[in-house]
Nanobody
Framework: QVQLVESGGGEVQPGGSLTLSCAASGDSNIIYAMGWYRQAPGKERELVAQVITHGRTTYEDSVKGRFTISRDSAKNTVYLQMHNLKPEDTAVYYC??????????WGQGTLVTVSS
């Protein structure tokens, strides 16, 4: 199994920046993709960004140009750098790992609040 530890959430003013990190342990050598989802109050969980093993990245349209996902394979850690944050980015952010058998593991979630 894979265990995930997330960190980096918090409160920031509009236009500010935060970086989320998620460290994987356990069966981390069979990870195919790592990514971040978010869920705002009253909304469904949505994919924010994902990076797969060979480095290809995917972003949700509203975060393109503002968020950057990266993976440190040596540390089995995925990062989400978030810049120019907007109030609509407020949500609980969840780390997600997909193994090569396509099973998923979710982190516990970290709250990001963008407010003036």
């Amino acid at each position: 199994q894979v265990q995930l530890v997330e960190s980096g959430g918090g409160e920031v003013q509009p236009g500010g920046s935060l970086t989320l990190s998620c460290a994987a342990s356990g069966d981390s050598n069979i990870i195919y993709a790592m990514g971040w989802y978010r869920q705002a109050p009253g909304k469904e969980r949505e994919l924010v960004a994902q990076v797969i093993t060979h480095g290809r990245t995917t972003y949700e349209d509203s975060v393109k140009g503002r968020f950057t996902i990266s993976r440190d394979s040596a540390k089995n850690t995925v990062y989400l750098q978030m810049h120019n944050l907007k109030p609509e980015d407020t949500a609980v952010y969840y780390c997600n790992v997909v193994k090569i058998d396509l099973s998923r593991t979710w982190g516990q979630g970290t709250l990001v609040t963008v407010s003036s």
